[in-house]
């Protein structure tokens, strides 16, 4: 399994919303159903935060082609890798 290196465990702390939206996203969701999830998350900082996320390569956009367009995001390898060394850590 792919693990994320340091700076990126590090960017993911010191966020906000990063953390928060990687553990949604046991399953893939849609962009609406993250943020309704997530209480004042407003839409620009979600798209931010997913934009960002994507660069790390810690989650994947998945793309149907179908209309209406439908998105969904779904955690990488690195992602899942990222929330189990998390999720070992003691409270």
């Not at 590090?10 to 309704?36: A, C, E, K, N, T």
């Not at 989650?59 to 899942?80: A, H, M, N, S």
Request: net charge neutral; with cysteine; charged share 20%.
């Amino acid at each position: 399994m792919d693990t994320p290196d340091f700076s990126v465990c590090q960017r993911v702390l010191s966020s906000r919303w990063m953390l928060p939206i990687m553990q949604h996203l046991d399953q893939p969701l849609r962009f609406g159903d993250i943020q309704s999830s997530l209480c004042g998350l407003s839409r620009g900082v979600l798209a931010a935060q997913l934009q960002e996320l994507r660069e790390m390569e810690l989650l994947r956009q998945i793309k149907y082609p179908c209309f209406p367009p439908r998105v969904e995001y779904c955690l990488t390898d690195k992602g899942r890798g990222l929330i189990d060394i998390l999720s070992a850590l003691p409270n």
